[in-house]
């Protein structure tokens, strides 16, 4: 099989596939940095959007096991300022399932794009959990609490605050020292976009009217949250999912608890995780969007195979993953 031929031709970004522990394709297309023509090499960092909410539900499963936490926890208890109209006894479990019925800073429901937050609330303000707060806080429940599924992003960063409550620590401090570390994710944080590190990539909008690109560093938040913005490498992500499916990040019991369906919806979600069923065998993946961010990285258990596409530009790595994984699953 060559895979190289399923790719299309304008591609941006990186792609690697894992079997076995063994990469059997890896290769890197396109620019990091435009204007320099700085070229995208595997182990280029790239930005990852809502990807990152599978790092934060591992790191709360984590304190599950350890005691620290417990599913049926409410966020009255657990949170330390005034919730407002928000029902006070959401549980962890909720939002983990995005079944919670928290206000969302970002409904993917009814707004397209999320550089449109930033209109009236500078991007370069978010640089933590608590600084998106005034986005949502204000707002009334979107539904009864576990009353249905929907994907919801502020319950995401409302766990990181949870787990940064528990732990005494940022959320990112603690994923860096419980999860990406004992993983060998060392390429792997979260970074402010002022202050990237070496071998990141500049993320790109195309602009129709002009037929230029320019980088999205006026819209997404200026550092991630635990709603998504994790930057990493392919090889990063086959490193998480060796250690998260041989039960290393948590154990066998947890892990499988994560990948089963808790939505209550043909939508299959677990904790922090999707689920796709292919020939009726359902595989997890996590995935991510942002303007001028494409990711999505997928497992099978029984070929343990990885496969991980991320774009910089923006490009449809659905499509070419279906394409991939119809031939690799």
């Known amino acids: 099989m060559n895979i190289e031929t399923l790719i299309n031709a304008d591609f941006r970004g990186c792609i690697?596939?894992?079997?076995?522990?063994?990469?059997?394709?890896?290769?890197?297309?396109?620019?990091?940095?435009?204007?320099n023509r700085v070229p995208n090499e595997p182990d280029t960092k790239f930005a990852t959007a809502s990807a990152g909410k599978v790092f934060v539900a591992a790191g709360i499963l984590q304190l599950i096991e350890r005691g620290r936490l417990n599913f049926s926890g409410r966020i009255g208890d657990l949170l330390d300022f005034d919730l407002r109209a928000i029902d006070r006894n959401i549980t962890v479990e909720e939002l983990l399932t995005h079944t919670s019925g928290i206000p969302d800073y970002f409904d993917e429901?009814?707004?397209?794009?999320?550089?449109?937050?930033?209109?009236?609330?500078?991007?370069?303000?978010?640089?933590?959990?608590?600084?998106?707060?005034?986005?949502?806080l204000d707002k009334p429940m979107m539904y009864p609490r576990g009353s249905r599924f929907q994907y919801n992003n502020t319950g995401f960063v409302v766990l990181a605050m949870i787990l940064e409550s528990v732990t005494g620590a940022a959320f990112d401090e603690y994923l860096r020292d419980s999860l990406f570390i004992p993983c060998g994710m060392t390429s792997t944080g979260y970074y402010e976009l002022d202050r990237l590190p070496a071998k990141c990539a500049s993320n790109y909008i195309y602009d129709a009217e002009t037929q230029t690109y320019r980088t999205n560093i006026f819209s997404v938040d200026a550092k991630g949250t635990g709603a998504g913005g994790a930057f990493t490498t392919v090889g990063d992500i086959g490193r998480f999912w060796e250690h998260l499916m041989s039960g290393k990040v948590i154990s066998p019991d947890m892990t499988a608890k994560m990948i089963e369906n808790h939505s209550g919806d043909a939508r299959c979600y677990g904790?922090?995780?999707?689920?796709?069923?292919?020939?009726?065998?359902?595989?997890?993946?996590?995935?991510?969007?942002?303007?001028?961010?494409?990711?999505?990285?997928?497992?099978?258990?029984?070929?343990?195979?990885?496969?991980?596409?991320?774009?910089?530009?923006g490009d449809d790595v659905w499509q070419l993953h279906r394409k991939l994984t119809a031939e690799l699953y």
Do not use: C
């Open 271 to 313: 904790y922090g995780i999707w689920l796709r069923e292919q020939n009726g065998i359902y595989f997890p993946y996590f995935q991510g969007s942002d303007p001028g961010v494409s990711f999505i990285s997928s497992y099978k258990k029984e070929t343990e195979t990885v496969v991980t596409l991320v774009s910089n530009y």
């Open 109 to 136: 429901s009814i707004m397209e794009e999320y550089e449109d937050l930033w209109r009236d609330y500078p991007n370069y303000k978010i640089r933590s959990n608590r600084d998106l707060l005034p986005l949502f």
């Open 16 to 35: 690697q596939a894992v079997r076995h522990g063994e990469t059997i394709f890896e290769k890197a297309y396109g620019f990091a940095d435009l204007a």
